[in-house]
């Protein structure tokens, strides 16, 4: 494992927020789910493409808080452009389980 600083670690900014809105993506190469979530001001609401199929359904997931990396490029998902990455641990089998806040927190909030 390669460690880093922490200044290094300063530089992702990992930010809470809530979906408002997801909607199958039947054009990814993989089983995705498109996402809108709202992160407060001043970032707002942002897009994502999550390969969630397997535990999560687009109506299951609005209203849910998810956290994400919200400072890298945005990146061009088949005709979607994905601006944030939303993040996930595998389950034993290898399928995305999102992490999230233990409790409801304010969206926005920086990781720490």
């Known amino acids: ?57 687009p109506d299951r997931l609005i209203g849910r808080q998810v956290v994400a990396v919200v400072n890298f490029p945005p990146r061009q998902i088949g005709p979607f452009m994905s601006e944030v990455l939303v993040l996930g641990v595998p389950d034993e089998n290898g399928a995305v389980v999102l992490l999230k806040p233990d409790l409801h927190v304010p969206d926005g909030g920086r990781m720490f």
């Open 1 to 57: 494992m390669e460690t880093i600083t922490y200044p290094d670690f300063e530089k992702v900014e990992i930010r809470v927020g809530t979906v408002v809105d997801a909607k199958p993506f039947p054009e990814a190469k993989k089983p995705a789910i498109q996402l809108w979530v709202d992160f407060g001001a001043p970032l707002g609401v942002k897009k994502s493409s999550a390969q969630i199929t397997v535990h999560y359904s």
